[in-house]
Nanobody, 123 residues
Framework: QVQLVESGGGSVQAGGSLRLSCAGS????????MGWFRQAPGKEREFVAA????????YYADSVKGRFTISRDNAKNTVYLQMNSLKPEDTAVYSC????????????????WGQGTQVTVSS
């Protein structure tokens, strides 16, 4: 069974940091582009960040650029999202995703989704 499992969510005050992890199992994701999405209550799911399978190219939503960093360790089948300078508007359920290409990530054409992890930022 192919799975993506997120961890590292929690509650933090504004200005704080969290590091999310997404561990893949059931297959290797080294040939996949990986991404993070988030969904706040009452809002549509939105793209946050993506990384090419080789790790050389990264893309970010304007709202998180300069504060969040996506990275991956293909040997561990894991992708990370380092979130710094968190704001209350970053509060959402964060999910990782895998797609055959970065274009697929940006188009929300996802092959695999994780179940999500809650991030809550208080002011």
């Amino acid at each position: 069974q192919v799975q993506l499992v997120e961890s590292g969510g929690g509650s933090v005050q504004a200005g704080g940091s969290l590091r999310l992890s997404c561990a893949g199992s059931g297959r290797t994701f080294s040939g996949y582009a990986m991404g993070w999405f988030r969904q706040a209550p009452g809002k549509e799911r939105e793209f946050v960040a993506a990384i090419y399978w080789a790790g050389g190219s990264t893309y970010y939503a304007d709202s998180v650029k300069g504060r969040f960093t996506i990275s991956r360790d293909n040997a561990k089948n894991t992708v990370y999202l380092q979130m710094n300078s968190l704001k209350p508007e970053d509060t959402a359920v964060y999910s990782c995703a895998a797609a055959p290409s970065l274009r697929g990530i940006r188009a929300h054409a996802i092959d695999y989704w994780g179940q999500g992890t809650q991030v809550t930022v208080s002011s």
